[in-house]
């Protein structure tokens, strides 16, 4: 069994891949923003409560390796901006004996803040400005030389 971490920014397309993907794999997919939303959200926000949001991610990295170890395929839509979390669902996966592979979903920024700009207000997504875009770039962290991966180009 594996677990599939799908890695990319803001509007690269994680989540049309992460679907597409759970489907070729007859795997079970979580997605962090739509449960944020679907839980903690009344409608279109920019806003996320970090107490809240780490609480979830606790849960799902309770929950998915439970149902790996059951013999079904898991496809976490988290976009893994950070190593950190990277290596916790890694380690997560080797502990549970569960193969973790990455997925590095690709797109041009323009495009993806086009897509981002385009989704605002629509369900399962959150409101993105154009300076939140950027600012968030800042926070997405490469990956490492010896983080392997598929890249997936999705322009």
Not at 136 to 151: C, Q, V
Request: glycine share 8%.
């Amino acid at each position: 069994m594996a677990v599939y971490l799908i890695y990319g920014f803001l509007g690269s397309g994680k989540t049309t891949f992460s679907k597409r993907l759970a489907e070729e794999r007859s795997a079970i997919r979580f997605s962090m923003d739509e449960w944020y939303l679907q839980i903690f959200s009344d409608g279109a926000t920019h806003q996320v409560d970090g107490s809240r949001w780490g609480r979830l991610q606790q849960a799902l990295h309770d929950l998915w390796p439970q149902i790996a170890r059951r013999g079904v395929d898991v496809v976490l839509d988290f976009g893994f901006w950070s190593r950190d979390q990277r290596d916790l669902v890694r380690s997560l996966a080797r502990t549970a004996g569960i193969e973790a592979q990455i997925f590095w979903v690709q797109c041009p920024d323009d495009i993806a803040l086009r897509r981002c700009l385009t989704r605002n207000g629509t369900t399962d997504s959150f409101l993105i400005t154009e300076e939140g875009f950027h600012e968030m770039k800042s926070r997405f962290e490469p990956l490492g030389p010896d983080e392997e991966f598929i890249a997936i180009a999705n322009a």
